[in-house]
């Protein structure tokens, strides 16, 4: 569990307390829901991590809402977009093994995270992870109710593939920039997990060890 929940449950536990000795225990029931709310929401699941080489996993728990391209400093990416609601796990992880290359913070609007619109005006912090001879880049964006984004990394720190380096408070959106050409293993409408699901593979997909077994492909796209 993140340590934020306790910073958040806990006066709303004490709040409960107080009103049910004040008033009465069903006075206190709409608290005391809140704090387990907040506990449940700030929960922290191990994952196992995939060790496929080339792999990119997934940065969030949430659904893929869009595929489309993009070009980001003249460069050809893949943008994947995933919405997390207030129901999924939103801590985040680091899509590739590699080193943080930037990490720029970007003001703008709380926009409605399914909109296409919010990637480039909403609240978001903007990271770029250089690593297998790639560099991709990694968007945490503020939604409806998102209010704070956390990064725990700094620029030329060495993260491991699904580390954890940071969270979206209270739903949001994150948007992976996977360079061209790449094999995308996701669809819209997917349910992905942070750390575990594999969005795509960097350059192309790895080679089965069965000899003599088909390669399974979505295509390079």
Request: aromatic letters at 8%.
């Amino acid at each position: 569990m993140v340590r934020d929940a306790y910073r958040y449950a806990l006066p709303l536990g004490a709040a409960a307390i107080l009103i049910g000795w004040l008033a009465s225990p069903a006075w206190a029931l709409p608290a005391l829901v809140a704090a387990f709310f907040l506990l449940w929401f700030f929960r922290d699941p191990e994952r196992v991590i995939p060790d496929a080489p080339g792999a990119l996993v997934s940065p969030a728990d949430g659904k893929v809402t869009h595929l489309s391209k993009t070009v980001e400093d003249g460069s050809p990416y893949h943008r994947i977009s995933i919405f997390l609601s207030v129901f999924d796990v939103h801590v985040n992880r680091s899509p590739i093994a590699g080193v943080v290359r930037e990490v720029r913070y970007q003001k703008g609007k709380f926009l409605n995270a399914m909109s296409v619109a919010s990637a480039e005006d909403n609240e978001q912090n903007i990271v770029k992870l250089e690593g297998e001879g790639q560099t991709v880049v990694f968007k945490q964006i503020a939604g409806l109710l998102a209010r704070r984004i956390v990064f725990t990394k700094k620029v030329s720190d060495r993260v491991e593939r699904g580390e954890r380096i940071g969270m979206i408070k209270f739903g949001s959106r994150v948007d992976v920039l996977v360079p061209s050409p790449s094999t995308i293993q996701v669809k819209v409408g997917d349910k992905v997990k942070g750390g575990s699901s594999v969005l795509a593979y960097l350059d192309s997909e790895p080679q089965l060890v069965l000899p003599g077994a088909a390669r399974s492909s979505q295509g390079v796209v």
